[in-house]
């Protein structure tokens, strides 16, 4: 059964899309730990990020750069945090999140934000993307 990640990539599920090119798709997690977290993902699917290829691997860092320099520009913070999880969605994907402190990297405090907040996030987050 295809995993809620590829259901997104396929347009099944909506997301507030940041970036998108034939091998990789970023969008924002609904459930922030900061305004402007993001998951980058293969677009084909697998569980557990060292299963993938060299090559897909690279890749996947390669476009996790690109997004977080965009994020960067776009949301106020210290730093861009990364992580690797998916103990929740066993399709890889990469967490970038906007931090000013440990408490944003550790998965319990969360951010609420409108629907109008997240669409307008991610549209600047794609406007910086190169
Ligand atoms: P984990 O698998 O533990 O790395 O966490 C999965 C992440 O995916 C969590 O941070 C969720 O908030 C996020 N998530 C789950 N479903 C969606 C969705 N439909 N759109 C965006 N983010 C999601």
């Not at 347009?11 to 305004?35: C, H, Q, R, T, W």
């Not at 103990?87 to 970038?96: A, D, N, T, Y």
């Not at 550790?106 to 190169?130: G, H, P, T, V």
């Amino acid at each position: 059964m295809a995993s809620i990640f590829t259901k997104i990539v396929n347009g099944e599920i909506p997301s507030y899309k940041v970036a998108e090119n034939d091998d990789f798709f970023a969008f924002l997690d609904i459930n922030p730990n900061a305004a402007g977290h993001t998951l980058v993902i293969p677009k084909k699917e697998e569980n557990k990020i060292f299963d993938l290829s060299k090559e897909e691997y690279a890749g996947l860092m390669d476009f996790s750069y690109r997004v977080a320099k965009a994020l960067e520009k776009t949301v106020a913070c210290e730093r861009i945090g990364m992580s690797v999880i998916g103990l929740e969605v066993p399709h890889v994907h990469v967490h970038l999140i906007p931090i000013s402190t440990m408490a944003d990297m550790q998965f319990m405090k969360k951010q609420q934000l409108s629907n109008e907040e997240f669409i307008d996030l991610a549209s600047r987050i794609a406007a910086n993307f190169i």
